[in-house]
């Protein structure tokens, strides 16, 4: 009687159970036929083209990642130009993928506008998260020089080839190893970054627009806007806009004069 009873129990028990994992199976059978059918066609083109792009995932192009850059690019929602880390042969493999002429960029390095860290004061001790963003949100970061660099190394946290580094509380630029793909440009709360030709000689180490003894009182290497630089420049490449120097590289020769006259020596060679 106790067994019979007991394999009733059973029947009752996996009966249903039986029921639902077919019913389950048949709707997964349904699920991935009608994913199959409806599924959008992939194209194909999209691997060739991430094959081709520099695969370093830097975002510096604004897209989550080479591929969903590629696939981009293949909807017509991206442009090459947008992705700086690019070689030149490849732009120009991906541009005939695409049916298009590649754009001839000139090549670029990056460069950080500030030549601060340990040589600027402190307006207080800041003791939050080690992150740039979060520090500028308190008291523009604990720096006296609202502009200038904070060092917590987003920068170099976000550079996909460890061209970035943090140097006496600034960040620096290996630029003989900086592919220009701008993810530290997107990374800095301070927009201190900038591309420069490849072949420029010298840039500017400041952001700061204040002048003179604005400047001293909370930076000893910051920009005191003089304008030495405009007025000694023997090929009037510099001219100073709102207290600070602006470089047009198509007429600087690379002579120097601007490095080597500078007060501050704001004026960097590469």
């Given at each position: 009687?106790?067994?019979?009873?007991?394999?009733?129990?059973?029947?009752?028990?996996?009966?249903?159970?039986g029921?639902?994992?077919?019913?389950?199976?048949?709707?997964?059978?349904?699920?991935?036929?009608?994913?199959?059918?409806?599924a959008?066609?992939?194209?194909?083109?999209?691997?060739?083209?991430?094959?081709?792009?520099p695969?370093?995932?830097?975002?510096?192009?604004?897209?989550g990642?080479?591929?969903d850059?590629?696939?981009?690019?293949?909807?017509?929602?991206?442009t090459?130009?947008?992705c700086?880390?690019?070689s030149?042969?490849?732009?120009?493999?991906i541009?005939a993928i695409?049916?298009?002429?590649a754009?001839d960029?000139a090549?670029t390095?990056?460069?950080v506008?500030?030549?601060g860290g340990?040589a600027?004061?402190n307006?207080f001790?800041?003791?939050?998260?080690?992150?740039?963003?979060?520090?500028?949100?308190?008291?523009?970061?604990?720096?006296?020089?609202?502009a200038?660099?904070?060092?917590?190394?987003n920068?170099?946290?976000?550079?996909?080839?460890?061209?970035?580094?943090?140097?006496?509380d600034?960040?620096?630029?290996?630029?003989?190893?900086?592919?220009s793909?701008?993810a530290?440009?997107?990374?800095?709360?301070?927009?201190?970054?900038?591309?420069?030709?490849k072949?420029?000689r010298?840039?500017v180490?400041?952001?700061?627009?204040?002048?003179g003894?604005?400047?001293r009182?909370?930076?000893s290497?910051?920009?005191?806007g003089?304008?030495?630089?405009?007025?000694?420049c023997?090929?009037?490449?510099?001219?100073?806009?709102?207290?600070?120097?602006v470089?047009?590289?198509?007429?600087?020769?690379?002579?120097?004069?601007?490095?080597?006259?500078c007060?501050t020596?704001v004026?960097?060679?590469?």
């Amino acid at each position: 009687m106790q067994t019979l009873i007991l394999t009733s129990i059973w029947k009752a028990a996996l009966i249903p159970a039986g029921v639902m994992l077919g019913v389950a199976l048949l709707l997964g059978i349904a699920i991935a036929l009608v994913s199959a059918k409806f599924a959008p066609n992939k194209d194909e083109r999209a691997e060739e083209i991430e094959a081709l792009l520099p695969g370093s995932n830097c975002g510096g192009c604004g897209s989550g990642g080479c591929a969903d850059f590629a696939n981009r690019l293949l909807a017509g929602k991206a442009t090459l130009s947008a992705c700086r880390a690019l070689s030149k042969p490849n732009r120009a493999q991906i541009a005939a993928i695409l049916g298009t002429e590649a754009e001839d960029l000139a090549e670029t390095v990056m460069i950080v506008r500030c030549n601060g860290g340990e040589a600027c004061k402190n307006s207080f001790d800041y003791a939050g998260y080690d992150d740039c963003v979060s520090a500028s949100q308190i008291l523009l970061g604990g720096k006296a020089c609202s502009a200038g660099c904070l060092g917590h190394g987003n920068c170099a946290t976000a550079c996909p080839t460890s061209a970035m580094k943090i140097k006496y509380d600034c960040a620096k630029v290996k630029t003989a190893i900086c592919d220009s793909c701008g993810a530290c440009e997107k990374a800095c709360p301070k927009g201190l970054m900038m591309r420069i030709p490849k072949t420029a000689r010298v840039f500017v180490a400041c952001n700061s627009h204040e002048k003179g003894k604005a400047v001293r009182d909370v930076c000893s290497r910051g920009c005191i806007g003089c304008g030495l630089c405009a007025k000694l420049c023997p090929s009037q490449a510099i001219k100073m806009e709102n207290n600070l120097p602006v470089i047009d590289y198509s007429l600087c020769t690379g002579c120097l004069t601007c490095a080597k006259k500078c007060p501050t020596h704001v004026i960097k060679v590469r």
